[in-house]
C-alpha cells in the first residue's frame, strides 16, 4: 500500500458504484485491535486499512512488503481531494470540535478552489441517540456527498464507520483523526524528519501530554515487544 495506491482505490469504488470505509490507522489503533477483538473485526472488514504511521510501514517491511509506505491521514485528505476537484467529487467533513469543520471547509476552498464541500456536521461529545443517528444518515445522504471525511479520533471514528457507512449513499467513508485540526490549521504537523524516524509520536505528546500521555506510553512499547517475539506475517 502507498498514498497513490489507496486514491486509485477510492477512485475505483467512486466510479464503479462501491461502498466501503478506510481505517488509517497506527500503532494506537493496531495495538486497540489486540485488546478489542470488535475494533478488530472492524478493521478487518474496511476496504482500505492503511498504516498512518511509520512503525506500521517498518512493521510491514519485515513483514516482506518492500514496497509499503506512509499512508498519513492528514497528508491523503489534501491528496484526495485535489485529486477529485477536476472528477467533481463531493465531500462531506463530519466531526471536530464546535466550528471546526466550518472552519476546515473554508480551508479546503481556500486551498483547492472548485472542490465541493456539500456538509459539514459537528457531532455532540456523546453516544448519539437511534434518532440523531437516522438525521446525520438523512443529511449526508441528502447532501449527495461521494466522500465522507471522519474526524472523530481512534476508535470512536472506526466504531462510527461501521456502523453507519453501509447507511450511507457514499462511497467512500474515511476515519482520519487529527487531520482536521491540522488542515484547518489549528495544530501543527511534526517536521517531515521527525516524521520519518518514526518520532511524530513524541513530538505530538509534548504537544498534548495529558490527551496523549497514557495512548503513547502504554501502547507504544507494547507494539515494539510484540513485533520482536512475533514476527508479523503476510496474511493468506
Known sequence: MNPQDAIAEMARWIDEGENHYVCVTGVHGIMESQDDPDLKAIHNRSGLTVPDGMPAVWSGHYAGFKDMERVYGPDLMPSFIEFGVPRGYKHFLYGGGEGLAELLAAKLGEKFPGVDIVGTHCPPFRPLTEAEEDEVVAMIN?????????????????????????????????????AFDINAELASRAPRFVQKIGMEWFYRLVKEPRRLAKRYLKNNPRFVWRILRNRPRPMV
Do not use: C, F, I
Open 142 to 178: 441528502a447532501s449527495g456527498a461521494d466522500v465522507v471525511w471522519v474526524g472523530l479520533s481512534t476508535p470512536k471514528q472506526e466504531r462510527w464507520m461501521a456502523r453507519m457507512a453501509h447507511r450511507l449513499d457514499a462511497n467512500a467513508v474515511l476515519g482520519v483523526g487529527a
